[in-house]
């Protein structure tokens, strides 16, 4: 909005023509999503506490050490989704198709996340919206996204996947690219949901993917650096990078909250949200294949339910994990909730490191 608001006056204007730069719109955005998770953090908690009867209901499978966490409130991610809109509505530009995809895609699974936490908190129970349905209305949103990406695509480009670590080599997948594209949100929103088990765990794994699309946006909406690192050019899709600094923002200021011993969870709200908006803009940027790599960890939690659950229907109630998702198998097997979340954070920031270094490595 204050882009928009301040672009006639760029010339004259020694504060326009700041605000006219991405990288400072995406500092400030960065800057803003945090304060504004400070400022109505405590607040919100406050309000979800006293709302929340029993709070965000445990598994009684679960780690013993979970049982203190009885009570405390889930729906946090309510907050992380104001401070990221708040963000990108005052420093991205708005004629920009693509934020508003992202934005919608953010909004519609935020709603779906939260009828499942009002369902859990309200009945108190691990069950919420049936898992059918989650994902009937998950790839109807998808789809809708996609076809509004698409609708701005390049022909050229519409179908194909680019490969990493390949130079020039794109597979057309024609027809199938569409469901491909609303299969990689969905897994992406369902991949988050799964690793948001301990406190602090998932909410910097997000921040650390965000930061890597941010730079992934701004390179592939510059044609000089696009073309220079050989990845497919997007007009206009530079302006997803002030989103991811929202989003990094939020999620710092919401591991303020949410690290050890937590205040608030996340919630289905701020999983399915977040991991839906990082799926969007890796179709957007046409970098498909690199979130699996960047997001590596979130791969890994969920071939580990995968795993579990097949495991246990083919072998007459074996289990392959002493619990799944992972995290919770290196719980029982003795470690720490603290150590298994700064290790996995590790295992993030590897991940990290060699999704990006496919930028260069062709």
Known sequence: MLYNLLLPYINDSHIANLVHYLTFRSMMAALLSMVWVFAFGPAMIRLLAKLQKFGQPIRDDGPESHIIKAGTPTMGGLIIIGSIITSSLLFADLRSIYVWTSLFVLVSFGMLGFMDDYLKVTQNNTKGVRGKMKLLVQFLVAFIACYMVQAQANEFHISHISVPYMKNMLIDIGYFYLPFAAFVIVGSSNAVNLTDGLDG???????????????????????????????????????????????????????????????IFMGDTGSLSLGGILGIISVVTKHEMILAIIGGVFVIETLSVVIQVYYFKYTGGRRFFKMAPIHHHFEKAGWSEAKVVVRFWILGIIFAIIGMASLKLR
Do not use: R
């Open 201 to 263: 765990l998932a909410i910097v794994l997000i921040g650390i993917v965000a930061a890597c699309f941010g730079v992934i946006s701004y390179l592939a909406g510059n044609i000089v650096y696009a073309n220079y690192l050989q990845i497919i050019y997007v007009p206009n899709v530079s302006e997803l990078t002030v989103i991811c600094g929202s989003m990094v923002g939020g999620a710092i200021g919401f591991l303020w909250f949410n690290s050890q011993p937590a205040e």
